[in-house]
């Protein structure tokens, strides 16, 4: 009995694997044209990437010097394929035809539902309900709102210990959370201050997507039992009760202030679009406020922590942007978007940190319909999960010159020209590309002219011994650590 329930299984088995070889055959027959890593059955590759989540964007490089800047690679039967030449990426990124998230973004969906960042039937309906939130118009008027909370964060790093070192991200996350609370969320400072577990999601939000990278990156994690042996389940379900409950306050109190009166248009945040719309569920409302809360003040924090880090270890840099800062804007008063524009200095230090972290250190997308690139010879196949790998592109050094350092002059003009300009997508392109680009560029030059006009920044420790983590985006492993002194002057307008 036992050795015909065994043969029944394997054969079932083998059955099921021979009908799914068949129904994949024309995705198996490309596949085996791209050159690749010798794949196990079933298994595929996994084994490969079965180590440190740390690790993974590595291996891919290993495999990408083997085999090239086109290659495959299996996860069970999910076919991968790496593209790394920035033609091709900017190609099939604007096309139609990979216009859909991959099935990494799934990890997400428990966290923020399914919606603008992780995909689904909804993307496209929910993205241009709040798209005008992120032009040039609004963000022209969330400007006033930018000023305030940066200059506030410029006093608190001012009133610092000039000797001690510090992470400035722990205060200039605060800063960007409270301009993204009155502008996107469309709170009031004082709801903004008061929100239910604000504090408490601060702190959260970047050990929640390392539980996220964890699961993407470690298969026996997918075992529902394995995962709940090892506390991540309960460490899931924390997380989601957090964003839950400081959601529902959000959208809360902007139905009661919408009973009261409506914004303008041109002022008008996502929370309120979402609501008037009358399109979204309860649930998708407060899913959406999450994602969009969250993709704004945790990246646009990294990133002004990152520009402000390397002005404090590069004092050339410092004072080219504070030279050319004085000239336009001055040492006081508000900072228009139109002047920012006018700090060329400050760009490039911009640049070269959206390169050296990036916000996304890989993107995935799903073939919907057949596509091909290097002038016809590799063709996708259908349901292909394509991998932009935006960390590796960034640090090839076929298009940047020692990769690993820090060098704003990569971004003069003169070195941009002759740089193909596909090798520079830190906010992704296409339709599914960086909706907040206008919105963080603003901010985060707002809040380093604030700093700098308040304080001279010194370097806490050298560039080199910087740790990166690289996992769902690229960060400074033990924190964005700095100096600060106060520029003269500035010290009795403090007390
Ligand atoms: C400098 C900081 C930022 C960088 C480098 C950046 C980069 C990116 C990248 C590469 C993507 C594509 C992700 C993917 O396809 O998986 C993305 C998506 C997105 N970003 Fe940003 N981002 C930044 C800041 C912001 C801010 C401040 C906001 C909001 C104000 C924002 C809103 C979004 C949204 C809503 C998406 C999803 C778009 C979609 O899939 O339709 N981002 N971002």
């Known amino acids: 009995m036992l050795w015909l329930t065994i043969t029944l299984i394997i054969t079932a088995g083998f ?40 690790e993974f964007l590595n291996k891919v490089d290993v495999f990408m010097e083997k085999y090239g800047e086109v290659f495959r690679f299996w996860l069970g039967p999910e076919l991968n394929i790496v593209v790394k030449n920035p ?11 990979v216009n859909q998230k991959g099935p990494l973004y799934e990890f997400l969906v428990p966290f923020i539902g399914y919606g603008i960042l992780s995909g689904g039937p909804i993307w496209r309906a929910h993205r241009k309900i709040v798209t005008p939130s992120y032009n040039k118009k609004c963000v022209d008027n969330f400007s006033p709102i930018f000023n305030r909370e940066a200059e506030q964060l410029a006093r608190v790093i001012c009133k610092k210990d000039p000797k001690r070192s510090f992470d400035i991200y722990k205060d200039v996350v605060r800063c960007t959370t409270q301009s993204v609370n009155q502008t996107l969320m469309g709170l009031s400072k004082e709801d903004s201050q008061n929100l239910y577990r604000m504090d408490e999601m601060l702190w959260a939000t970047q050990k929640m997507y390392g539980l996220i990278f964890e699961k993407m990156t470690k298969w026996w994690l997918h075992i529902p039992i394995i995962y709940w042996l090892l506390g991540k389940k309960k460490q899931q379900d924390y997380y989601v009760k957090l964003i839950d409950e400081l959601m529902a306050d959000i959208v809360r109190r902007r139905r009661k202030a919408l009973e009261v009166s409506v914004p303008g248009e041109e002022y008008m945040g996502i929370v309120d679009r979402y609501i008037l719309s009358g399109e979204l569920t309860e649930k998708e409302i407060q899913s959406e406020t999450m994602t969009l809360f969250t993709t704004s003040q945790e990246a646009a924090a990294k990133m002004a922590s990152g520009v402000i880090m390397f002005l404090a270890h590069l004092p050339d840099w410092q004072d080219k942007v504070y030279k050319e800062m004085m000239e336009v804007v001055g040492a006081d008063g508000p900072v228009t978007n139109e002047q920012l524009k006018q700090l060329e200095h400050l760009d490039m230090v911009y640049k070269e940190t959206l390169r050296y972290f990036s916000i996304a250190a890989l993107i995935q997308r799903t073939v919907v319909e057949e596509i091909t690139i290097q002038d016809g010879s590799i063709t996708l196949p259908v349901g292909t999960s394509l991998v932009i790998p935006i960390h590796n592109l960034h640090r090839d050094p076929r298009f940047w010159e020692d990769p690993h350092r820090v060098m704003p002059e990569r971004f003069l003009p003169e070195n941009v020209k002759k740089r193909d300009p596909n090798a520079f997508v830190p906010f992704s392109l296409g339709p599914m590309d960086c909706l907040g680009r206008v919105y963080a560029t603003a901010l985060i030059k707002t809040i380093v002219v ?12 050298t560039l080199d011994n910087i740790k ?23 010290i009795n307008e403090l007390s």
């Open 468 to 490: 990166l983590n690289v996992a769902i985006s690229v960060s400074c492993a033990d924190g964005y650590n700095i100096k600060a002194r106060p520029r003269n002057g500035r």
């Open 87 to 97: 033609t091709d990426i900017r190609a099939l990124l604007s096309s139609n035809k």
């Open 15 to 54: 059955l099921g694997w021979q009908y799914w070889r068949w129904r994949h055959r024309r995705m198996l027959e490309l596949a085996a044209r791209l050159p690749g890593p010798p794949a196990l059955p079933i298994l595929g590759n996994a084994l490969s990437f079965m180590f440190n989540p740390g």
């Open 450 to 461: 604030w700093v700098l006009r308040y304080a001279r920044l010194e370097p806490a420790g």
